[in-house]
């Protein structure tokens, strides 16, 4: 890592800036983490020399496991992250000059594939990409832009499908519901990703910039549903049903690098042990 930042790395060339993700053991998305991403937003806000971002994994098993479960256990951590970068983190990059390119491989779930969406392109390997939204399993919803930006993606039926299911999507299934961009293998994935990042930074920057704003004018952002979602999602993260089923999860093995490899198996098996009164084990 450099000085500036404990769980990134940024690498610049020819215009292009490939951050690596490298927050042991998971990639979890907690206060180390938000406050680099919110640092680097802070940077490439200033960075007139960067046109292109791509963002990758110095993990082969985690691109970004999810939100820190603790905001749900404990009501400290919840509260220094609304008094932190605030909740329009996510959305912040969506505004970004710079075209953002997530080079996927590993597990993205929670609120780290909710990260993915406010990026403008998306691309997985097919090996060893997989996507979910597991938050109504633990009590809650996905609440980082979830619920405005993959209906647009999916359609409203599969958007419920992943959002109610709490399943997990391999990178074919992802590419099909429209979910990422393209599912390559692995092997070709850094090659096609890097080469369009390129391409994209020597075009003339002021076309690219209106290219995207005549996109982003064709198909107008879901923004104004951000309030009602903090409206309905905090009740939830200091409700009962939440906490039981979020603790169940923590003592099963959730945030543990064995633990979140079948995270969603986890979190119905200490469901099921809770509500029996039994021990849970991953």
Do not use: C
């Not at 951050?19 to 991403?37: F, G, K, M, Q, R």
């Not at 932190?84 to 997530?102: E, K």
């Not at 390997?125 to 979910?132: D, I, K, T, V």
């Not at 393209?182 to 930074?201: K, S």
């Amino acid at each position: 890592m450099s000085d500036r930042y404990a769980a990134l790395a940024v690498r610049r060339e020819r215009g292009v800036a490939f951050v690596t993700i490298d927050h042991p053991p998971v990639n979890l998305v907690d206060e180390v983490l938000v406050a680099d991403l919110d640092r680097l937003h802070g940077d490439l806000v200033a960075d007139a020399d960067t046109r292109v971002v791509v963002f990758q994994s110095a993990n082969p098993e985690y691109f970004l496991a999810h939100g820190d479960m603790r905001l749900i256990t404990e009501q400290a951590a919840l509260e220094a992250y609304l008094a932190g970068p605030g909740l329009d983190l996510f959305q912040r990059y969506r505004d970004l000059s710079q075209v953002t390119i997530a080079k996927i491989t590993g597990r993205s779930r929670g609120g780290g594939a909710e990260f993915l969406l406010h990026l403008d392109l998306r691309y997985a390997a097919l090996e060893n990409a997989w996507f979910g939204q597991p938050e109504v399993s633990l009590g809650i919803f996905p609440g980082s832009g979830g619920t405005e930006l993959l209906p647009p993606l999916l359609g409203r039926s599969r958007a419920l499908e992943v959002i109610l299911g709490g399943g997990r999507y391999d990178a074919a299934t992802a590419e099909r519901y429209g979910w990422i961009d393209r599912a390559l293998p692995a092997a070709e994935l850094d090659e096609f990703v890097d080469d369009l990042a390129h391409r994209i930074a020597a075009q003339p920057p002021s076309a690219v910039a209106a290219a995207r704003a005549a996109v982003d004018a064709a198909a107008p952002r879901p923004e104004s549903a951000g309030a009602r979602t903090a409206e309905l999602l905090l009740p939830l993260f200091t409700g009962p049903d939440a906490r039981r089923r979020t603790e169940a999860a923590l003592a099963a093995g959730a945030q543990t690098r064995a633990g979140e490899r079948d995270l969603e198996g986890l979190i119905e098996r200490s469901r099921v042990a809770s509500e029996a009164g039994v021990p849970s084990v991953g």
